[in-house]
């Protein structure tokens, strides 16, 4: 990808990624192919608020879980109900993280 490439996806992806992140992220987006660029540019990565509303509002029911593509911890989730809570609670605190994480990890599997 170019300059001007890869400060638009900062500018328009920047909140889904942690700012500690951003050097690799950097690194990773002038490194991709063509092929891959295309594809980070079409990627609609998850949003860090509708992942915490989710752990806030449905976190009992694994939504926020289920958001992120983890379909296994969704369903541990749901049938324990939240880990009786305890695990709700901590997911709504690890909500924004656990998010950004999973949109690097996307990346990261981009070639």
Request: aromatic share 10%.
């Amino acid at each position: 990808m170019n300059n001007d490439q890869i400060a638009q996806f900062m500018l328009l992806n920047g909140e889904k990624f942690s700012g500690k992140d951003a050097s690799e992220i950097r690194a990773k987006l002038e490194s991709v192919s063509e092929q891959g660029a295309n594809q980070i540019m079409a990627t609609e990565w998850k949003s860090p608020g509708k992942s915490l509303w989710y752990a806030c509002f449905l976190g009992g029911f694994g939504a926020d879980r289920f958001y992120l593509g983890q379909t296994g911890l969704g369903i541990a989730k749901l049938l324990t109900g939240g880990g009786l809570g305890i695990w709700a609670l901590i997911d709504f605190w690890n909500g924004l993280p656990n998010c950004k994480k999973a949109n690097l990890k996307k990346l990261r599997s981009i070639q």
